[in-house]
C-alpha cells in the first residue's frame, strides 16, 4: 500500500492576522499536520495542491515554512491562485520543478506509483489554464512507462462544482488535460484543491476528486444571486491510497476529517 495524504488551500497569512478578518489559517494548519503526524502507518508523502499563502507575500511563505515544521511527513507542493511561483520557489529551494522557471510542474516516483504534480496557475489571474509546456511535460511523462499508474495532482479543477463564481475560475483549458488523459490510460485519479469543499467525479475516463481544506470551506452556494462566502464546517483533507493488484491497482480515496472526536469505541467486546 502507498498513500499519499493531499492537503489544499491553506490561505496563510502574516502571524497574528486571520484570514477574511475570520479564519485562524495558521491554527488550522497546526491541527491538520498534528493530524497527519498522528496517521498509523503515515502516508509516504503530503501534496500540498496550492493556494498555500494568501497575498501572497514572502512574510507568508516564511509563516507558512515555519508552521510546516513539524510535519514528519515527505511534501511536495505546487501553487495555486493566491501563490506567486517565484516566491514559491524561493522557499521551497529543495523541490525538483521539471523546468527552470515558468511553471512548477513536478514528476515524483513512489516504488511502482508515479505521482504528476501540474501548476495551473495563470500570473496575476484567479483562473487556472495549462500552458503548452505544462501539457507536453505531462503527455511525455505519461508516454514514459506504460505500465506504472500515475496520479495527477492541479490546483484548479478541470470541472464545474455548481458554485458559479468558483465555476468561473475553474481550469479554463480542461479539453486539453482531458484529450492527454485519455490517450494514457495509466492515468488513474485528477486531485484538485480551489474549491475548499470535497467534491466527487469522473474527467478524461478516470475518478476526479477535489480536496476540502484544513480551515475553511467555499458555502456550498447553487444560487448565483447571494455573494461570495466562506463557512467554518468541518475541516479535512483526503487520503489516497494505492492497493497494487490488477494491472495498475486500485486508489482509494478517503475524506479525513481533522480534530478531536470521541472514540473509538469497539463494536464487540474483545478478549485480550
Ligand atoms: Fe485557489
Avoid at 83 to 98: E, I, K, T, V, W
Avoid at 218 to 227: E, G, I, T
Avoid at 241 to 258: A, D, K, S
Wanted: aromatic share 6%; charged share 15%.
Amino acid at each position: 500500500m502507498i498513500g499519499i495524504a493531499q492537503i489544499s488551500d491553506l490561505h496563510i497569512v502574516r502571524p497574528g492576522a486571520l484570514a477574511y478578518g475570520k479564519v485562524d489559517t495558521a491554527a488550522a494548519l497546526a491541527r491538520c499536520i498534528a493530524e497527519l503526524n498522528r496517521l498509523a502507518p503515515r502516508p509516504d508523502i503530503v501534496v500540498a495542491t496550492g493556494d498555500l499563502v494568501d497575498t501572497p507575500t514572502v512574510e507568508e511563505y516564511e509563516h507558512l515554512k515555519r508552521l510546516l515544521a513539524p510535519l514528519q511527513i515527505p511534501l511536495a507542493v505546487i501553487p495555486g491562485n493566491h501563490d506567486a511561483r517565484s516566491m514559491l520557489r524561493a522557499a521551497f529551494p529543495g523541490q525538483a520543478y521539471a523546468q527552470a522557471s515558468a511553471a512548477l510542474d513536478l514528476s515524483l516516483a513512489l516504488g511502482p506509483l508515479d505521482l504528476l504534480l501540474l501548476d495551473s496557475t495563470v500570473p496575476g489571474a484567479p483562473h487556472g489554464l495549462l500552458d503548452a509546456a505544462s501539457l507536453r511535460w505531462l503527455d511525455a511523462c505519461l508516454a514514459r512507462a506504460a505500465d506504472r499508474p500515475a496520479l495527477v495532482f492541479v490546483h484548479h479543477p478541470p470541472l464545474s462544482t455548481g458554485i458559479a463564481h468558483m465555476d468561473r475560475q475553474n481550469l479554463h483549458n480542461a479539453g486539453e488535460l482531458a484529450a492527454v488523459l485519455e490517450r494514457h490510460p495509466r492515468a488513474r485519479l485528477v486531485a484538485c484543491g480551489h474549491v475548499h469543499r470535497a467534491t466527487l467525479t469522473t474527467f478524461g475516463g478516470i475518478a476526479a476528486t477535489i480536496c476540502p481544506a484544513p480551515s475553511h470551506a467555499v458555502a456550498l452556494d447553487l444560487d448565483a444571486r447571494y455573494p461570495p462566502s466562506l463557512m467554518l464546517e468541518p475541516p479535512a483533507f483526503h487520503l489516497h491510497l494505492w492497493f497494487p493488484g490488477g494491472r495498475y491497482g486500485e486508489i482509494v480515496t478517503h475524506h479525513v476529517p481533522i480534530g478531536d472526536f470521541d472514540g473509538p469505541y469497539p463494536f464487540f467486546d474483545v478478549a485480550l
